[in-house]
């Protein structure tokens, strides 16, 4: 079982920035993703950066020019950069991870972090 630790939240004002960080513990199998998702109330989960393996970056378009992913993979932690902060921004932020052995993904989420931007 991997434990995802996130840490970096809090009250910014808009345009301001943060950084979220989310540290994986040691994991059996490959973490071969890692990323952010976000969450307001009534509202699913939604992607809003992963950076996975071999690929590109992906991010939403509503975070696109403003948020920077990046992993330090000797320390399984991956950074959510936020800059140019909206209020629209304002959410709970989960860091997912996917590891993977030769016939399964193994799929975990971190506890949630809040950001809240004031306008």
């Known amino acids: 079982q991997v434990q995802l630790v996130e840490s970096g939240g809090g009250l910014v004002q808009a345009g301001e920035s943060l950084r979220l960080s989310c540290a994986a513990s040691e994991s059996r199998f490959s973490i071969n993703a890692m990323g952010w998702y976000r969450q307001t109330p009534g509202k699913g989960r939604e992607l809003v950066a992963m950076i996975s393996v071999g690929a590109k970056p992906d991010y939403a378009d509503s975070v696109k020019g403003r948020f920077t992913i990046s992993r330090d993979n000797a320390k399984n932690t991956v950074y959510l950069q936020m800059n140019s902060l909206k209020p629209e921004d304002t959410a709970v932020y989960y860091c997912?991870?996917?590891?993977?052995?030769?016939?399964?993904?193994?799929?975990?989420w971190g506890q949630g972090t809040q950001v809240t931007v004031s306008s």
């Open positions: 997912h991870a996917v590891a993977e052995s030769s016939i399964t993904k193994y799929l975990y």
